[in-house]
């Protein structure tokens, strides 16, 4: 039973404590993958790549990329802000999925598309 005079660790500290545990304090050191600056890219990548073939992947990605530029933004900088409040003006979900696909969860009838809300 934890002693409830010591200070309890949030989810936050956790995960920096595995952070500087597993890939170290240095990050100039990780691996930074291309086209990953964007926030709004990496959540929408972690979405869309499971169960899918990434060329289809990245092709969703660059549909997002085209719609943000034609709003005026630019995406390589788009933050998780940016991400929901483009959502939300172009329609929710169902904008989404306008703009960047329209695969469904499964193959069966009347299954939702896969982003159902962020």
Known sequence: MPNESE?????????????DRDLGKDDSRWFHPRGYDSVAIA?????????????RVTNALNRYRKA?????????????????SAV???????GLVEKTNRWKTS????????????
């Open 88 to 94: 939300a003006r172009w329609g929710g979900i169902t």
């Open 7 to 19: 200070p309890q660790s949030t989810d936050l500290e956790l995960l920096a404590a595995a952070v």
């Open 43 to 55: 959540i929408l990548d972690s979405i869309y790549s499971t169960g899918n073939r990434y060329s």
């Open 68 to 84: 943000r530029s034609s709003d005026g933004a630019d995406p390589t900088n788009d933050t998780a802000s940016d991400l929901i």
């Open 107 to 118: 193959t069966q009838q009347g299954l939702p598309p896969k982003p159902r809300r962020l």
